[in-house]
């Protein structure tokens, strides 16, 4: 499937790229790039265009913004 092929499309250090980032979100890449010029998610910029992203990172600022279901505790 495609989330085998974007872990295993290795990156330095197991980063990913934007479209893989964009589909382990499960959003698009215009999403994706929203969401970055709003500081939402974390990214790496090593070059002028390479933008890279940890999994882990990407999980932890899409927790944030968690809503909480009725009769949830918190």
């Known amino acids: 499937g495609w989330m085998a092929e974007c872990l295993f499309d290795q990156t330095p250090y197991g980063f990913l790229r934007r479209i893989d980032a964009a589909h382990y979100l499960g959003?698009?890449?215009?999403?994706?790039?929203?969401?970055?010029?709003?500081?939402?998610?974390?990214?790496?910029?090593?070059?002028?265009?390479?933008?890279?992203?940890?999994?882990?990172?990407?999980?932890?600022?899409?927790?944030r913004y968690r809503i909480m279901a009725v009769g949830e505790d918190r």
């Not at 500081?39 to 999980?59: M, N, Q, T």
């Open 27 to 63: 959003i698009s890449k215009r999403c994706l790039h929203t969401l970055m010029r709003r500081h939402v998610i974390p990214y790496y910029k090593p070059g002028r265009r390479i933008c890279l992203f940890k999994a882990s990172e990407l999980d932890a600022a899409m927790r």
